[in-house]
């Protein structure tokens, strides 16, 4: 009932900078917590960056003062600011939401991730 649509990926050289975008769609009723998680090739996937409704973040450590994670609560848009890219960030960057949507009589909790993008550093 909610769908999320990733963009921005793609290839970019070691020290760059690349700007992913999501967006959430459907019977939204609320969204909670929003974020990015990535998975390398071989590698299990990992938390990058959430952001909740009040504005709070966190991030993981191998990323903490490159990448910047933003939200616009009335577009139910999320952001991620990568920059000093580096050849380890290389992965497929899923993101993810978790709130509740409206159903015909009420509403229920979703828990949805995005189709990802590929985030490629490379010189």
């Known amino acids: 009932q909610v769908q999320l649509v990733e963009s921005g990926g793609g290839l970019v050289q070691p020290a760059g900078s690349l700007r992913l975008a999501c967006a959430a769609s459907g019977s939204i009723r609320s969204i909670n917590a929003m974020g990015w998680y990535r998975q390398a090739p071989g590698k299990q996937r990992e938390l990058v960056a959430t952001?909740?409704?009040?504005?709070?973040?966190n991030y993981a450590d191998s990323v903490k003062g490159r990448f910047t994670i933003s939200r616009d609560n009335a577009e139910n848009t999320v952001h991620l600011q990568m920059n000093s890219l580096k050849p380890e960030d290389t992965a497929v960057y899923y993101c993810?939401?978790?709130?509740?949507?409206?159903?015909?009589?009420?509403?229920?909790?979703?828990?949805?991730w995005g189709q990802g993008t590929q985030v490629t550093v490379s010189s």
């Open positions: 952001t909740s409704s009040g504005g709070s973040t």
């Open positions: 993810h939401a978790v709130g509740t949507y409206y159903t015909a009589l009420y509403y229920r909790n979703f828990d949805t």
